[in-house]
């Protein structure tokens, strides 16, 4: 796997476009997960909060998974 600062996406406390974020994460796994975000009314902006995916133990590899409440 990749790492997401490798696709211009660093962390800098500056807010990111959501399509900016989850391209930078699907580009550094190769794989698409479900990625639930938290709104914070403070600031009114979306942060991110849980990335899921499943993994096959047998071919060492990503899959598509059932993700409660996504």
């Keep these: ?8 996406f660093e962390p800098n406390g500056k807010p990111y476009l959501l399509k ?3 391209k930078a994460i699907e580009n550094a796994i190769v794989f698409t997960p479900k990625i639930k975000y938290s709104f914070t009314l403070q600031n009114r902006q979306l942060q991110l909060f849980e990335i899921y995916f499943c993994v096959d133990k047998a071919k060492n590899n990503l899959i598509p998974c059932k993700a409660p409440g996504f």
């Design 1 to 8: 796997m990749g790492c997401p600062s490798n696709d211009g």
């Design 20 to 22: 900016v974020v989850e």
